[in-house]
């Protein structure tokens, strides 16, 4: 039987990257997938094509779950469509302002966080809240970044959301416990996603990427999926509060030369 057979998991920004491929991997695996998305409503229905020639069933929900509202009407869309969620992917996310502190506006910084934070958060408290109605029991997988250790210059808001978010993830993890409810992070590297385009489109930006990275390369959205799929199934049932780096090894090169 397949991992997911009778699941259902919403996933937020799920129309292009490692959303969409985890999006399909779930579908693969039996769960039928609510596809969350913001502005691309070509690549969600992409993923909904690709989702449905998995042999499952999907539903595409426009939503900016930055807003409290409009995250209330991503779950209250979900629970329509399907009668029920029992993974929660929080994988929507921006890049940052790439500025310093000091030449950063104050909305840039605020933008950041309620995306990349806020958001899970608010998905986080009505999943949670649903399951708990449903007498326990669920998966949340939050998609952080090696940037929730490893820091750089031009990065505050971005670093400061995931790492904030790792211990939302964390915290979630002993709150929910006694309901049976596992929270755990992945935490990618380089990933040849949208938000580094100029890596997909150069093969010269990204061999120099590569040749910072251990293993020499940067991951497809397809290997992240594996392991998103590892933390929304059975096979993690005593995991949770944990964080999965998958970034080639880069972050373990930190401090070498020293």
């Known amino acids: 039987m397949a991992k997911l057979t009778g699941k ?3 996933i937020t920004g799920a129309d292009s990257g490692i959303g969409q491929a985890s999006a399909v991997l779930f579908a693969q695996e039996g769960a039928k997938v609510i596809i969350n998305y913001l502005h691309d409503a070509e690549g969600a229905e992409q993923t909904r094509q690709q989702v449905e020639q998995a042999g499952s069933q999907a539903a595409v929900v426009q939503a900016d779950v930055s807003d409290p509202q409009q995250a209330e009407h991503l779950m209250a869309q979900a629970l329509s469509a399907f009668g029920t969620v029992d993974i929660l992917m929080n994988n929507a996310g921006v890049g940052g302002a790439h500025k310093p502190v000091a030449e950063m506006e104050p909305g840039d910084f605020e933008q950041t966080i309620r995306v990349n934070l806020f958001g899970p958060f608010y998905m986080a408290r009505l999943f949670a809240r649903h399951r708990q109605q449903q007498g ?26 995931k790492g904030g978010l790792r211990n939302l993830t964390r915290t979630l993890a002993l709150e929910l416990a006694k309901d ?12 040849l996603t949208p938000i580094n385009q100029k890596a997909i489109d150069d093969p010269k930006v990204r061999e120099e990427a590569g040749e910072k990275i251990p293993l020499g390369r940067a991951a497809q959205p397809e290997e992240i999926a594996r392991l998103a799929l590892f933390l929304a199934c059975a096979d993690s049932d005593y995991v949770t509060g944990s964080t999965y780096m998958m970034d080639g090894g880069f972050s373990r090169t930190t401090g070498q030369g020293a």
């Open 180 to 191: 049976c409810i596992n929270v755990n992070n992945l935490a990618p590297g380089m990933v």
């Open 8 to 10: 259902v998991a919403l």
């Open 136 to 161: 326990g029991q669920g998966k949340i997988v939050n998609v952080t970044s090696i940037h929730e250790e490893v820091v750089q210059p031009g990065t505050a808001d971005y670093c400061a959301s």
